[in-house]
């Protein structure tokens, strides 16, 4: 190659480096770094009232290395995750338990260790690992037998409670939404997933209407009747667990902090506490209301030049988008996500081997709850939890977080036709 002329060894370095990402969805690649531009903007315009901080040049700089950190990781095999599985495994639930040990505690949560004057959320990137120890996991058995269910749940069993226990209800919730999403592509019965969320719903059911609790424990016996081996014991003990949710849901509704109590309760009728838990819902609608169809200008909207909007910058960044560009804006914001959301699954459907489309349906269910849950609590839909906005929310760790799980999947992506790559 030394003796080629200049040109012509200009061209093979191209080429090889172009080959790297040849299969990689530029699409995908290139709508979250337009999100994270635009949260820029928006930050930028809200700037005067964040404090001398610059979030909005923060926030832009952080996303570009991100971004550039997965264009480096698509261009590596995934497979390499599969072997790394369990050491991942083992690496999130000790960093689980550090931040129990040393964690800096913020918002009422242990969630946070300071490294070099930064703060990192453990439970974030507990995302990226939970993912990628399931998808070993169900690639190797099957979801649709009982012992591959218990497996799966027990493997989730442990980083689900070291992070409820911090206590981080809204990483726990989603922790729950990634296992459900890839044990339902990962071929479980419907009827099974139904059976894993009943205890919630129950407890729920219980609180609020005796006679529609009644009735759910009676359906949850039909589908473990029609659904289980052992049709008269599962039948039995579906009911039983059904009909005693409604404790366990009062003793575990006592181990909840109060702020997290307000948080779930009030998005109902923010208005039993106008000036505490729901001053948060209130200033979001009011905000996402005023910016009407066109919205009012970047600097133009009161609630959030004012500050009348607590996080503004964080959880309830969608509440400026919805105030400063109005329903146009955040529908473009909307449509934005929801391509996001259809290229993942593309991903998932052409991967060449289950371990990859678990990946890519992995990163899919963690980016959908975030998004549906944080913009569904700023309208009043969804109880305040503390999710964030991939991409447009400020934050380090979920934006590292956000990328790298981008990155596997484009790493999916990328190598889904080809054999053997040498970089």
């Known amino acids: 190659m030394?003796?080629?002329?200049?040109?012509?060894?200009?061209?093979?370095?191209?080429?090889?480096?172009?080959?790297?990402?040849?299969e990689v969805d530029w699409l995908l690649f290139c709508l979250p770094l337009l999100l994270t531009v635009f949260a820029s903007v928006v930050l930028m315009g809200i700037q005067h009232r964040l404090g001398h901080t610059r979030y909005d040049l923060n926030h832009l700089a952080l996303g570009v290395m991100s971004w550039l950190l997965a264009l480096w990781i698509a261009?590596?095999?995934?497979?390499?995750?599969?072997?790394?599985?369990?050491?991942?495994?083992?690496?999130?639930?000790?960093?689980?338990?550090?931040?129990?040990?040393?964690?800096?505690?913020?918002?009422?949560?242990?969630?946070?260790?300071?490294?070099?004057?930064?703060?990192?959320?453990?439970?974030e990137f507990a995302k990226v690992g939970l993912i990628v120890v399931l998808a070993a996991v169900l690639s190797r058995?099957?979801?649709?037998?009982?012992?591959?269910?218990?497996?799966?749940?027990?493997v989730t069993a442990v980083p689900w409670l070291l992070v409820f226990f911090q206590p981080d209800l809204g990483s726990s919730l989603v922790f729950a939404a990634i296992t459900l999403t890839m044990l339902y592509w990962?071929?479980?019965?419907?009827?099974?997933?139904?059976?894993?969320?009943?205890?919630?719903?129950a407890a729920i059911l219980f609180a609020v209407a005796i006679p529609l609790w009644l009735l759910w424990c009676v359906a949850m016996g039909a589908i473990a009747w029609f659904t289980l081996p052992w049709r008269w014991f599962a039948t039995v003990m579906a009911t039983?667990?059904?009909?005693?949710?409604?404790?366990?849901?009062?003793?575990?509704?006592?181990?909840?902090?109060?702020?997290?109590?307000?948080?779930?309760?009030?998005?109902?009728?923010?208005?039993?506490?106008?000036?505490g838990a729901g001053y948060h819902l209130i200033q979001s609608r009011i905000a996402i209301g005023a910016g009407q169809l066109w919205g009012q200008g970047w600097q133009g909207g009161s609630q959030t030049r004012l500050n009348f909007i607590p996080e503004q910058h964080t959880d309830f960044i969608f509440s400026a988008v919805g105030e400063g560009?109005?329903?146009?804006?955040?529908?473009?914001?909307?449509?934005?996500?929801?391509?996001i959301f259809f290229r993942l699954l593309v991903i998932a459907q052409n991967a060449?081997?289950?371990?990859?489309?678990?990946?890519?349906?992995?990163?899919?269910?963690?980016?959908?709850?975030?998004?549906?849950?944080?913009?569904?609590?700023?309208?009043?839909?969804?109880?305040?939890?503390?999710?964030?906005?991939?991409?447009?929310?400020?934050?380090?760790?979920?934006?590292?977080t956000n990328f790298i799980a981008l990155g596997i999947a484009e790493s999916v992506a990328n190598f889904r036709h080809r054999l053997k790559f040498t970089d």
């Not at 419907?190 to 719903?201: A, D, Q």
């Open 352 to 400: 060449k081997d289950n371990f990859g489309s678990l990946l890519a349906v992995g990163v899919f269910g963690m980016l959908l709850f975030h998004t549906a849950i944080n913009i569904g609590m700023t309208i009043g839909v969804a109880p305040i939890t503390g999710i964030p906005l991939p991409w447009l929310s400020y934050g380090r760790s979920s934006m590292l």
């Open 141 to 154: 058995r099957d979801a649709s037998t009982l012992p591959g269910l218990i497996t799966v749940l027990g």
């Open 186 to 201: 990962a071929n479980a019965h419907p009827g099974w997933l139904v059976l894993l969320i009943s205890p919630l719903v």
């Open 75 to 123: 261009r590596h095999r995934y497979e390499w995750l599969n072997q790394w599985a369990w050491i991942i495994y083992l690496i999130t639930n000790l960093s689980l338990i550090l931040v129990m040990l040393i964690g800096t505690v913020g918002n009422g949560a242990q969630s946070w260790i300071g490294v070099g004057g930064f703060y990192v959320q453990p439970s």
């Open 325 to 339: 560009w109005g329903f146009v804006g955040c529908l473009v914001v909307l449509l934005i996500y929801l391509l």
């Open 2 to 22: 030394a003796n080629l002329p200049l040109d012509q060894r200009l061209d093979q370095r191209w080429r090889a480096l172009k080959e790297g990402w040849q």
């Open 240 to 275: 039983a667990l059904t009909l005693v949710s409604g404790k366990l849901g009062q003793i575990f509704w006592g181990l909840l902090k109060s702020y997290q109590k307000d948080r779930l309760v009030l998005f109902l009728d923010p208005g039993k506490d106008p000036l």
